[in-house]
């Protein structure tokens, strides 16, 4: 039976690589990239699968400082858990 | 009725937020082609205009955009010759070239308020050198052609879980509802 799916939505002050490397980890892999603009910037939108997990990453494109990657989790709890303690521990 | 702009930080939450009350909600999404010329080389960042650098080139963000090599810009059925002048940031409502793109929205009406996230996802440049013929060309003469690859709806689209009701729409039209009026 699949788990439960619930939904997050957090902005990280830490780089996207270690956020990748997270997700790596707890067996991740990129489906997709796009480029969209909202707010009047460039961001790199990125999916991420496992399974029927679904995690999305946008991440501003250039030079800003700092920059806050928005992760939008669509998982089970235990996943959204595994994630956020991920970016907590960098 | 108000209409509230959210990020999509916020639009996620605030639907996390309404699952986690039982509230009753349906979202409504709108993806639509444009191809007005709002997006052009000249205004990309460098890493997005690194895409465009077999056929294009500029001095810098905002500067005018000329074409490196003769290539056929094959969405628009457009053939641009070598020192082109292709885009300029000064001249946008004029640019001889415009990257389309999809205008996606999300919206949930909660409470006579309507929650809304917009964002434009940009098609995917595909640069090639093919054989062409016609418009000045030699019958098979190898040239540049600039193709678009429209974004795959499963990176546009936000994940929500299944029971989330998601309704496409083609056009939202705002009705002012006086019975809210005391």
């Known amino acids: 039976m699949q788990n439960k799916q619930e939904l997050k939505s957090i902005s990280v002050f830490i780089p996207l690589e270690k956020i990748e490397c997270n997700l790596s980890e707890i067996g991740f892999s990129i489906n997709g990239t796009t480029t969209i603009v909202a707010d009047g910037k460039f961001w790199k939108k990125m ?7 679904r995690i999305n990453i946008s ?3 250039g030079d800003a400082y700092p920059k806050d990657p928005i992760i939008t989790i669509c998982a089970s709890k235990i996943t959204i858990s595994k994630i956020i303690d991920g970016v907590k521990k960098v | 009725m108000p209409l509230y702009e959210c990020n999509e930080q916020q639009f996620v939450e605030n639907i996390r937020r309404l699952i986690e009350t039982s509230e009753k909600f349906l979202v409504n999404r709108r993806i639509i082609m444009y191809d007005d010329a709002k997006y052009g080389p000249s205004t990309l960042p460098e890493e997005e205009f690194g895409r465009y650098a077999t056929i294009c080139i500029r001095k810098s963000l905002k500067s005018t955009v000329f074409s490196k090599v003769p290539f056929i810009d094959e969405f628009h059925g457009r053939m641009y010759n070598e020192n082109e002048i292709l885009h300029g940031s000064s001249n946008l409502l004029f640019p001889r070239m415009s990257i389309p793109y999809y ?19 940009m098609f995917k440049p595909e640069i090639m050198i093919e054989k062409r013929s016609g418009k000045g060309l ?3 003469t190898l040239i540049h052609v600039l193709k678009y690859d429209p974004p795959e709806e499963r990176i546009l689209t936000i994940n929500l ?19 809210l009026r005391f």
């Open chain 1, 47 to 53: 999916l991420y699968i496992k399974d029927n997990e």
């Open chain 1, 59 to 61: 991440e501003e494109i």
């Open chain 2, 103 to 121: 205008k996606v929205e999300y919206s949930i009406n909660v409470w006579g308020g309507t929650y809304l996230l917009t964002f434009d996802a």
């Open chain 2, 138 to 140: 030699a019958k098979g």
């Open chain 2, 161 to 179: 879980p299944a029971n989330v009701m998601v309704f496409d729409v083609k056009n939202m039209i705002r009705v002012i509802d006086y019975s």
